[in-house]
């Protein structure tokens, strides 16, 4: 084919006459084409076979071309084989070979036009008409519609030609061509000409055309067609006159009565086309000759008067019989893609359809051919779409009924059937007709291990029907990989997710995650990664219903299998990045939130397990989205994972008895807090800061410094407290102080260390100014006798020795003697400012001491239980000063003592002022 091409581009036609070997080639080539009219006979339906004969019988040409002799005879002949063999190529649109042919068949013609060589004028016009229509016919081809009219204006007027049925046939040709691409004025010319000629050539006698009423129809049929697309007068009168013959010479030809019918004439309306194509139907025998023009009405027709005419057009070709099953084939899935498109609702549009399906099983058309039971199947599949996304079950069913039940679709193949019955299954499946689905899964479905969708259609019948169907996945699910295994399997967790049946959920995990660590995953409609995420988030709302041992071994499997995968298929550079930075993100974001379910639920003992996932996976996506060294994005999500592993350690270390495991967990958080402290603050320049995010990154911050304390605080971790104590910044903020006085009681810390902290915590409160006071001052001033009382308990008492520095002792034995005595003042301050008495003014060497007139003064009575046994005390050192020969302490503390007792009121009150008085005096 290609040496053939490349011959032809040769341009192989000449007037060169060879004289040796001429008859060989004469006989080469009349050979060559006469096997290809044997051929075009046999093989003239194939196109391909067309256009290759067409450009062998032209190579023909070109070896008889120069095989004929230089005489009158020879140039005729070689003139007739060039028309021919141009005709062919313009036929087959080879325009390049059929210019060069004609450019030869000039300069045979102007070869024998001189009179002298005695040649018949009759063959001689004849050879030029015909010349000069291949011309025409070509230039029509080549869009030069000046040069076809140039090559038309030599032929003889109508009725003058030699070859009428030439002319008339290139003059419809053009016609109909110019028709057919919209270019109305052009067609409406040419048209009229093949009319004309038909018309005068008729009258005459000069053509006798085969079927020559047939060619009328057509011919004036399409000259009106044309006119009705020509807004101006001659086209309207054109148009008046051919319709008028029509009506009168074919009242009932389905052309002309479709053609009024399709433009309006008369008037009649949507019902009354209808009607005037029921009565033409009823009227006329449907034969291949009528249907194509009638079927295209039907369609037309659809386009123009909405879907449910055309429906309705098409339905009433149907309730006629049809000469062949192809009519009907192209009518019923013309019918069915319109009735797709109907405005009609579901019921009325299943009517209809099995209306039209039980009319032809009536006339003997039982099933149709695959291809367009395909086809109409498509359209059926589109409307149980449609009622499948307005969860209409009830709807689809009977669509799909319409597809399972009549033969009418028998012939489309085995793999059709299994997705309609498979289909039809979920649908009786939706709607809870169990025995209907138990029937069909019994006798319909194909019975093969490797459909996994059929598998999950049974495993959901047995759950419905209340059976056990856990065993279905040890001996029904294959156990190689097939497509869709895991996507059926994660279905088969969700519906029994959905009927409340964890155990089998946890079954269907189980093998689930068989399929994701195995070596050989089926990633056939999703990637492993999806897989990961569709597993995590069924492993998210089984969590939410209750936390069993088994779900726990589950997530930690999924987990460790997708970090594993992730880390093998996220690379930055190189390889296959099948897991995504977006997918990246999702894990850590979701391994994070099942973290917080965990600790929500009786298995928080996990989340610390699911918190260093999260953190990996965090990880891993800052090695694909940020390779740059120094980047510690996504910090504000590490953050949040160490800020929460600080709080699963606090909890566990609060809620265990064991005092080896106690030390373990609060280390962790001391840990913790150390590398959260590190990650305070936005610092990356990958990320962009937050306001809000920061505030609340501060809160947890806060929160975080005070379970610091704690754990310092239980491990005696001294030095550090000492530190924490003496920084502003490190101690935690005022809605701490209750709970750490508590801990510093509860855990008998050293009353060196008791009172360095809650001097911090006292000096910390004065340094708070705010009107009206803050909430955290309310309600420490409530509890402020009882701390006051604490700390002067753990001030008067017995010094521990611990190994520190800065503190002194005294002789009598006081941890802190010096802390001890303010408390008194402050009492009295308390006392005075209760009373309406000036406040005494004392005199504090200690500037971090308690200030009487710190905004810790505001009013409330005090308690008397409280001032008598701080009042009890205090006298009781006052003794102990007295042994020691401290005169001047021990009038002071005395004076003190009774001054607080004072304070007290009631009988008893006085009471004690009264004994501590006495046993002052006999003191002094």
């Not at 044309?226 to 008046?240: E, G, R």
Request: glycine letters at 4%; one cysteine or more.
């Amino acid at each position: 084919m290609l040496r053939l091409d490349a011959e032809l581009n040769r341009n192989p036609f000449s007037l060169v006459v060879i004289t040796s070997g001429n008859e060989d080639l004469d006989m080469t080539g009349t050979l060559l084409w006469n096997d290809c009219i044997e051929l075009m006979a046999l093989r003239g339906q194939n196109l391909d076979d067309v256009l290759v004969l067409g450009k062998v019988r032209a190579l023909a040409f070109a070896v008889l071309n120069m095989a004929v002799l230089p005489d009158l005879l020879g140039s005729i002949r070689a003139l007739d084989l060039a028309l021919k063999a141009a005709r062919i190529c313009i036929m087959n649109q080879q325009r390049d070979i059929a210019l060069n042919i004609l450019s030869i068949a000039a300069l045979r013609l102007e070869s024998i036009q001189p009179a002298h060589l005695g040649l018949d004028p009759t063959i001689n016009r004849t050879l030029t008409t015909r010349y000069n229509l291949l011309r025409a016919r070509l230039a029509w081809l080549q869009d030069r519609v000046d040069i076809a009219e140039h090559f038309f204006d030599k032929i003889s007027l109508p009725g003058l030609s030699d070859d009428e049925e030439a002319v008339f046939e290139t003059c419809f040709i053009i016609g109909d061509s110019a028709l057919a691409r919209r270019q109305f004025e052009i067609a409406v010319k040419w048209l009229q000409r093949a009319n004309d000629r038909l018309e005068v050539s008729s009258m005459m006698g000069v053509m006798k055309l085969p079927d020559h009423d047939n060619w009328n129809l057509v011919v004036r049929h399409s000259l009106a067609v044309a006119c009705t697309q020509i807004k101006i007068p001659q086209s309207t009168v054109t148009y008046d006159i051919q319709m008028k013959v029509l009506r009168e010479n074919y009242p009932v030809h389905p052309a002309v009565v479709l053609f009024d019918l399709s433009t309006g004439h008369n008037n009649p309306g949507s019902h009354g086309i209808l009607q005037g194509l029921q009565r033409l139907v009823e009227k006329t025998t449907l034969t291949d000759m009528n249907m194509p023009i009638i079927f295209q009405f039907a369609r037309s027709f659809g386009h123009a008067g909405g879907s449910n005419n055309g429906m309705e057009a098409l339905r009433i070709l149907l309730t006629r019989p049809l000469q062949s099953r192809e009519w009907t084939e192209k009518c019923f899935v013309a019918f069915t893609l319109l009735l797709s498109r109907s405005e009609f609702s579901d019921s009325m549009r299943i009517r209809t359809l099995r209306g039209v399906i039980d009319s032809l099983e009536q006339r003997g058309h039982p099933s149709i051919r695959a291809s367009a039971a395909h086809a109409t199947l498509i359209c059926i599949w589109k409307m149980t779409g449609g009622a499948l996304l307005k969860n209409d079950y009830w709807t689809a069913q009977l669509w799909l009924q319409i597809c399972n039940e009549p033969k009418i679709f028998q012939h489309c193949s085995q793999s059709i059937q299994i997705a309609i019955q498979k289909k039809l299954l979920a649908c009786y499946l939706q709607t809870g007709n169990l025995a209907a689905a138990r029937q069909l899964m019994d006798r319909g479905l194909v019975q093969s291990q490797v459909d996994c969708e059929r598998l999950y259609l049974f495993y959901k019948l047995s759950l419905l029907e209340g059976k056990d169907a856990s065993g279905h996945f040890y001996l029904g699910f294959p156990l190689h990989p097939v497509p869709h295994k895991q996507m059926s399997l994660l279905s088969c967790a969700i519906e029994a997710q959905r009927q409340s049946k964890p155990e089998e959920v946890m079954n269907c995990l189980d093998q689930f995650t068989k399929c994701l660590i195995a070596d050989d995953i089926y990633h056939h409609d999703f990637s492993a990664a999806e897989h990961y995420i569709f597993a995590i988030t069924l492993l998210f709302q089984e969590l939410s219903k209750g936390f069993t041992q088994r779900l726990g071994n589950c997530i930690e499997t999924v987990l460790q299998s997708a970090l594993s995968y992730a880390k093998e298929n996220s690379m930055f550079e190189g390889g296959d990045q099948e897991v995504s930075v977006t997918q990246l993100q999702w894990l850590y974001f979701a391994s994070y939130k099942l973290a917080l379910k965990l600790i929500n639920s009786s298995g928080f003992p996990w989340s610390t397990s699911v918190l260093d996932y999260s953190r990996q996976f965090a990880l891993q996506y800052r090695r694909i989205a940020y390779p740059e060294m120094g980047s510690k994005a996504p910090r504000q999500h590490l953050f949040a994972v160490v800020y929460l592993r600080l709080l699963v350690h606090s909890l566990k270390a609060r809620c265990d008895n064991d005092p080896d495991h106690k030390i373990t967990h609060y280390l962790n958080v001391r840990t913790c807090f150390i590398g959260l402290d590190h990650m305070h603050g936005w610092e990356d320049g990958e990320e962009e800061a937050d306001e809000a995010a920061n505030e609340k990154e501060d809160r947890h911050h806060d929160i975080a410094q005070f379970f610091d304390l704690e754990a310092a605080m239980y491990l005696r971790h001294w030095d550090d407290i000492f530190d924490i104590c003496a920084s502003g910044d490190e101690f935690p903020k005022p809605e701490f102080y209750a709970p750490i006085i508590d801990l510093t009681f509860q855990w008998n810390l050293p009353p060196t260390v008791a009172i360095q902290i809650i001097k911090r915590i006292m000096s910390k409160l004065s340094e708070l100014q705010g009107d009206p006071l803050t909430t955290f001052q309310r309600d420490f001033r409530v509890s402020l006798p009882r701390y006051l009382h604490c700390l002067f308990s753990l001030a008067v008492g017995p010094p521990r020795h611990i190994n520190t520095t800065g503190i002194d002792f005294l002789d009598v034995t006081m941890a802190d003697a010096e802390v001890a005595e303010e408390v008194l003042d402050r009492v009295l301050a308390i006392g005075d400012k209760e009373a309406g008495v000036e406040e005494v003014k004392h005199e504090q060497e200690d500037l971090n001491s308690i200030q009487p007139n710190s905004t810790l003064r505001d009013e409330f009575t005090y308690p008397a239980a409280e001032l008598i046994k701080i009042a009890m005390v205090a006298f009781n050192k006052a003794t102990e000063f007295y042994r020691a020969t401290r005169d001047e302490d021990c009038q002071r503390w005395a004076n003190k003592a009774i001054r607080i007792a004072q304070l007290a009121p009631g009988l008893q009150g006085r009471q004690l002022v009264q004994t501590l008085q006495t046993r002052l005096g006999s003191l002094i």
